[in-house]
């Protein structure tokens, strides 16, 4: 079904999150323990934040664990937010431009879940992205559609309810469509400051979501771990599937909820989507 990772902190090379750690994210594209699928070998990406207006992407269909260019970009890029994605595609086809993350400007995101009965529902989403930004649509995935839906609901000023209102468009088309449960997964967006991570099905049964515990505490749990002493007091990692092998380490974000990770005030709040008006 997907997996995906965001961190955030002080930073790092990619391939120090993405390949060291036991139980890696690469590792997982292979052989998943958590996710609706073992295999997550239809494409990856990776987008990362440098200083720069907008983000770096690079994406490709190879699987992530047999991609010699993914390592070699991991092993020479250095940033303080990046966002990596391996995909399991569901019904779309296994190209380039369906590989997460999607971008538009500063933003990033991602998303490990389906909408169902998405064929029946993509004329009534795309009819309702706003007509500046349709043209920039390029894949055929539920994803990104939700994604410039959001966009179109307000996700640069205001991102968690951007988001709770295109899920619920997309619940209230489903349903009118005879749709039982028509959103499943999570999503994870950022501006390149803060990061938005949201858990949310409308069965109420939604992919896995974990964050991991602050540094500080962790410090103390493992004082003899190298990588405790290398990251920074805010440094966070939101993630499909625990990777690593420190009991303990992670928090799973609740069902219907949302975190934003920010220096200096984490959080985590109740999220149901909005219907429309």
Request: proline share 7%.
């Amino acid at each position: 079904m997907c997996r995906w990772l965001a961190y955030s902190g002080s930073p790092v090379l990619l391939s120090d999150v993405l390949y060291t750690p036991i139980r890696s994210f690469i590792d997982q594209s292979l052989h998943s323990e958590l996710g609706a699928e073992t295999t997550n070998g239809d494409g990856f990406g990776i987008g990362w934040y440098d200083g720069r207006d907008t983000p770096g992407i690079f994406r490709g269909v190879e699987p992530a664990w047999n991609d010699t260019n993914l390592r070699e970009v991991s092993e020479h890029v250095t940033s303080p937010l990046f966002f990596a994605h391996i995909r399991a595609a569901i019904g779309s086809s296994v190209q380039q431009t369906n590989c997460h993350p999607f971008r538009y400007g500063k933003w990033l995101w991602m998303h490990n879940g389906f909408i169902d009965g998405f064929a029946k529902i993509k004329r009534d989403m795309a009819f309702a992205v706003d007509p500046s930004l349709y043209p920039l649509i390029v894949g055929t995935t539920d994803t990104e559609l939700l994604f410039y839906l959001a966009l179109t609901f307000g996700l640069e000023t205001d991102p968690a309810k951007a988001v709770a209102r295109a899920i619920g468009f997309v619940e209230a088309q489903g349903r009118k469509a005879g749709i039982d449960y028509p959103f499943q997964g999570t999503i994870v967006t950022s501006d390149g400051h803060s990061t938005w991570a949201f858990r949310y099905s409308s069965q109420g049964k939604s992919r896995t979501l974990f964050l991991t515990r602050d540094v500080p505490t962790l410090r103390e749990q493992y004082p003899d771990a190298p990588i405790m002493q290398k990251v920074s007091d805010d440094t966070r990692l939101v993630v499909s599937e625990p990777i690593g092998n420190l009991p303990g380490a992670w928090l799973e974000i609740p069902e219907a909820t949302y975190g934003m990770v920010q220096k200096g005030n984490d959080e985590l709040r109740p999220f149901s989507p909005e219907p429309p008006a």
